[in-house]
């Protein structure tokens, strides 16, 4: 019987799962794309989930300016 090293399972583990990463790689790429197109898609005469962020940040930058401007 041929003896094992220590550690030996876990090297033959990270053998077999070394393939799998390409396959993740691909899982987030989509998820990614289909979240950056739905986040800069325009809606039916609404803008678009960014532009209402830039506006909201817009807005909060205005008013936070204002108050620390008081004495």
Do not use: C, D
């Not at 506006?55 to 620390?68: N, V």
């Amino acid at each position: 019987m041929k003896a094992l090293r220590p550690g030996h399972r876990v090297l033959a583990f990270r053998r077999r799962a070394s393939g799998m990463q390409g396959q993740a790689a691909a899982e987030y790429i989509v998820v990614i794309a289909a979240g950056i197109i739905l986040l800069v898609a325009a809606t039916a005469g609404n803008p678009s989930p960014v532009q209402q962020l830039v506006t909201a940040l817009k807005g909060f930058w205005t008013h936070y300016s204002f108050l620390i401007s008081l004495p």
